[in-house]
């Protein structure tokens, strides 16, 4: 018996001799009933037979079970040639990345940063910068009005004014935030952002501006020395008013923000006295800065999260 539970190799045949010698019916179970007749000696044999024989059904159970699967291991093929699944890094979205540039250099400057509503009423929209009702400049934007007259605001200056309102003069703080006008193709989105920088205080001049302009394209751009032209212009809330243009790749001149002395108008509607206080505001397109610098050609590609082209932008 011990011989023949040695040569067993499948669980199957074991289970059956198992159940054989130790079922209802099987040999052994037949014999332990009958050991009520046996002598003292016999009884020992018979117990230390059935102790061993259970002992070697498991011992025989435990190594054709580890046989069964080294076999089915051995046929299984690790191919380590596969190529790992692929990692998804989540990277900036490209207007995120440059308000981190433009804010760093900004803030070296001295700018504080601050936000404003989107839904802007009236006043901080138009009026208060110097662009009453019925002024013609309220026509140079195409603008979303709301049925209770307020309006999605079409440019960060409304910042400016809930600064200088809040926080009163010296101010030199930068506003940034998504702005609304209807238009829309390739560079003009009904939604984008603009950014907006102001800085009041005594004896502040163009040159100031200027100065705080070159120096911050010049790092924005990383170029050595950026080539500029300045332009009038007009801006109901600045005065004089000027056009930034900057030389860009093969002689090409780019418009590139707008800029001015604040009007004095603007000022007294804060509160703040225009012969003791100047000073000036520049404005820019935040998406075209980052479109010139990264090199994109189609504002909308911001907002149409395009997984793929916003991880293939790779900043
Ligand atoms: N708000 C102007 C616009 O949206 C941009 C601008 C021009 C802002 C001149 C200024 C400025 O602060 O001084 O077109």
Redesign the pocket.
């Given at each position: 018996m011990q011989e023949q539970i040695k040569n067993i190799n499948t669980l199957e045949e074991l289970q059956a001799l198992y159940t054989a010698t130790f079922g209802k019916n099987g040999t052994m179970t037949a014999r332990l009933k009958e050991m009520k007749n046996l002598d003292n000696d016999a009884r020992a044999a018979l117990n230390l037979e059935n102790q061993t024989l259970r002992e070697l059904f498991k011992t025989r159970q435990t190594e054709i079970e580890n046989a069964v699967l080294m076999a089915s291991l051995s046929k299984q093929k690790l191919d380590m040639s596969l190529n790992p699944m692929p990692e998804n890094r989540g990277t900036l979205h490209p207007l995120t990345q440059s308000l981190t540039e433009i804010a760093s250099i900004l803030e070296s400057f001295g700018y504080t940063m601050y936000t404003g509503p989107q839904v802007e009423d009236d006043w901080h929209n138009f009026t208060a910068l110097n662009t009453p009702a019925h002024h013609p400049a309220r026509d140079?934007?195409d603008t979303f009005f709301l049925p209770n007259g307020n309006v999605l605001r079409?440019?960060?200056?409304a910042i400016?004014i809930r600064a200088m309102e809040r926080d009163g003069v010296p101010i030199k703080m930068f506003g940034i935030g998504s702005?609304y006008r209807k238009e829309m193709d390739a560079t003009h989105s009904p939604m984008f952002h603009?950014i907006?920088?102001?800085y009041i205080n005594k004896n502040i001049t163009m040159s100031d501006l200027v100065a705080d302009i070159r120096a911050f394209l010049s790092r924005f751009f990383e170029m050595d020395n950026v080539e500029l032209r300045i332009r009038p212009s007009y801006?109901p809330?600045?005065d004089p008013?000027i056009e930034v243009d900057l030389k860009w790749q093969g002689g090409k001149w780019l418009e590139i923000?707008?800029?001015?002395m604040?009007h004095p108008n603007v000022l007294r509607n804060c509160g703040i006295d225009p012969n003791v206080y100047q000073g000036?505001?520049?404005?820019?397109g935040w998406d075209r800065l980052a479109m010139l610098k990264y090199g994109l050609n189609d504002i909308r590609q911001f907002y149409d999260n395009d997984v793929r082209w916003l991880s293939h932008t790779g900043f």
């Open positions: 140079m934007q079409t440019q960060t200056s400016q702005t603009q907006e920088g102001l801006f809330f600045t008013s923000m707008g800029a001015g604040v000036f505001a520049f404005g820019f």
